[in-house]
């Protein structure tokens, strides 16, 4: 992996002169949040245009496609003009993209597999974002999901997660719609469990991560597959767990 300074400072999966892919770590914004005074890391480097969604960096244009909460680590996408970034928007749009993620839950009986399909709804209120599950209408938030490892000694899920649709925080609440919050979530999760496995299994985070990104190159026509390795802080929790895992 390289990382080019001009561009980002995160960890870089795969660069050509269309696009580039960077592994964005736990804690880092994927664009600068323009209502905050405070100072922020972001995904890429220079000034941000909120309206293009496209960063001004030293070696160039860099156009966000999508967006990886900050809590979340993992796969982020940008291109490196505006026509190639229209043809990666459109795959986004249009489900074309391939995102998968991991997500440690706390709580058990779940299915081997399934599909969880909810309506939810997010409201800006004094600079916090907040979604939620509303009952009745018609579902606009879709992901598929294969149990990957069930620990009983710590009720424990971990699940694969194929997400289909991209709604804001979606993973995190529809997990916890169903009583199975994301290990370390300070927002939909349990304070105490939070609490007793910082102690427990060193969970100190959000357990989420965008493992991998699968799309046809908008240049090429080729496909292409992009994985990032779990970060270290992850594999700790797995380990202090015994849950056995490898990516693929």
Known sequence: MTTPAPITRCPVLHEDRHVIVVNKPHGVLSHPNPKSQKLQRSAFEGRYDAERRCFQTAAGEVFL??????????????????????????????????????????????????????????????????????????????????????????????????????????????????????????????????????????ARRLFLHAFQLALEHPASGQALLITAPLPEDLKTVLAAAQIPFHLG
């Not at 795959?91 to 597999?113: D, R």
């Open 65 to 202: 496609i999508h967006r990886l909460d900050q809590d979340t680590s993992g796969v982020l996408l940008a291109a490196k003009d505006e026509k190639t970034a229209e043809k990666c928007r459109e795959a986004f749009e249009a489900e074309q993209a391939q995102k998968k993620y991991l997500a440690l839950c706390s709580g058990g009986g779940v299915k081997p597999e399934g599909v969880w399909l909810d309506h939810l709804v997010t409201a800006h209120e004094q600079h916090q974002v907040r979604t939620a599950v509303r009952r009745g209408p018609r579902p606009n938030a879709e992901l598929r999901y294969r149990l990957r490892h069930y620990s009983a000694p710590h009720r424990l899920s971990l699940l694969e997660i194929d997400l289909i649709t991209g709604k804001t925080h979606q993973i995190r609440v529809q997990a916890a719609s169903r009583h199975l919050p994301l290990v370390g979530d300070d927002v939909y999760g349990s304070f105490e469990q939070n609490r007793a496995l910082k102690k427990t299994l060193q």
